[in-house]
């Protein structure tokens, strides 16, 4: 490492950066993200000590296929987004780890000699920060203290899992300090230990890897130990549609026992049909039983098992379609997508909540008003956001309409396809996922 702060910044001033920030950014976004790293960097300067500065990225995530398959073993599509987590990191030289912002000057500070779960830190930064720490020691892994100075544009609630970066972020902060080889794989499984045992959230392990990893990813978690990953070089930039994120606005409050019934409700009928996941099932074989499995388990469940086979089989398809570059049959599939996550995983709405509908307002009118467009659920759903491929020419009317509806700045655009986890110093960019530098 062995960069002092000012090392950085006169890396940074002298383009040492730009080659990594235009692979992480784009080209058109260079003297923005210039000027946010430079002033990272200012604000880190009261806070960072000693000669072994170093500043990391970890994207956020759009899922661009397989609406809550991961959780049964099948296959999605996703793609690292250019909104992220970055920060500024020294060593502290002690068993504390440190961290600010400039929304939140005042440090948040944790010692990493506890490491068990705390019921009253879920849902926060610190459950992250303290069960990567206790994944990492799990597995014998050395964790030292350091102070961070961070800046986030994948902000909470927008749907980019912002929690799976910050979670990412960490973990390849504790890795950096030790000189370890940073296996993406690995990194996601810290943050989803993290989520799940600390942070409280029941997530499969896309959102991490899909952070750790980065690029766009077709996985497959037919063996969760060990889940098959293609990556695919493609960029919607190529095409003739914009990709966006609309935050609907909607709370995210009271939302996980939506998010666990459909698990459990998933569950329900594998056991009866004496599966331990929905991955392999076919809809052969809810027909074969279908009258003791609309007795015993709901029609809800058979509707979102009926959901699984066939997301299961489209995130495939999908994949094979931005391979071979053919942008019309993915659009369909999107469609195809959007639709059965609406009527038979019904996560486009929360029924603990019937007066906040903005999913499925945002559906509609894209559907009414741009018929060419295609929008759809994003991510977990029940509230909060969608996810819209709109024309190009039809952009600045779509962001229009949507910011009447759901307020100024609520049409977020994303560029796909950026690395993942990596890490600046004055000798250049290291992107662990492919070993390269910068």
Not at 266 to 277: M, P, S
């Amino acid at each position: 490492m062995n960069s002092t702060l000012a090392d950085l910044k006169s890396a940074l001033a002298a383009g040492q950066a730009d080659q990594g920030l235009t692979r992480l950014y784009g080209k058109a976004a260079l003297a923005e993200q210039r000027a946010r790293y430079r002033q990272l960097l200012a604000d880190a300067e009261p806070r960072l000590e000693g000669s072994s500065c170093f500043v990391a990225s970890a994207p956020g995530r759009t899922e661009l296929g397989g609406n809550h398959t991961d959780h049964n073993n099948g296959r999605v599509l996703a793609s690292a987004v250019d909104l992220d987590c970055i920060a500024a990191v020294a060593p502290s030289g002690n068993d504390r780890v440190s961290l600010s912002s400039r929304e939140y000057p005042d440090p948040l500070s944790i010692r990493l000699d506890n490491l068990s779960p705390d019921p009253a830190e879920r849902n926060s930064p610190v459950a992250l920060i303290r069960g990567v720490g206790a994944a990492r020691q799990q597995r014998g892994r050395a964790i030292r203290g350091f102070t961070a100075v961070i800046d986030s544009t994948c902000k909470p609630g927008t749907g980019l899992s912002s929690s799976a970066a910050f979670g990412v972020l960490v973990g390849g902060i504790f890795g950096v300090l030790e000189d370890e080889a940073l296996e993406p794989l690995q990194l996601a499984r810290y943050g989803q230990f993290a989520e799940n045992e600390f942070f409280g959230k029941p997530c499969g392990l896309m959102d991490q890897l899909s952070s750790a990893a980065g690029y766009t990813l077709g996985i497959d978690f037919a063996d969760p130990d060990n889940p098959a990953i293609t990556r695919i070089d493609t960029d919607f930039e190529d095409w003739e549609y914009r990709l966006l994120i609309i935050d609907t606005g909607g709370s995210h409050s009271d939302l996980t026992e939506e998010y666990t019934a459909v698990t459990e409700e998933i569950g329900r009928v594998t056991r009866l049909l004496q599966r331990d996941k929905a991955r392999g099932l076919s809809v052969a074989d809810l027909l074969g039983q279908i009258a003791a499995l609309r007795a015993e388990a709901g029609d809800r469940a058979l509707l979102r098992v009926l959901h699984f086979i066939t997301d299961d089989l489209r995130a495939d398809r999908q994949s094979e379609a931005l391979l071979q570059r053919d942008y019309a049959r993915f659009l369909e599939l999107v469609r195809q997508s959007g639709d059965s996550s609406c009527t038979q995983l019904q996560n486009c709405s929360s029924s603990k909540n019937t007066k906040e509908q903005g999913i499925l307002l945002a559906i509609s009118l894209t559907r009414q008003l741009f018929p060419r467009a295609v929008c759809r659920v994003h991510g977990g759903g029940f509230s909060g956001t969608a996810q819209a491929y709109v024309p190009k020419d039809q952009f600045d009317d779509y962001q229009s309409l949507m910011g009447q509806v759901f307020g100024e700045g609520s049409v977020i655009p994303v560029k796909t396809g950026r690395p993942g986890f990596c890490h600046f110093t004055a000798n250049g960019w290291l992107f662990p996922a492919t070993g390269e530098g910068s």
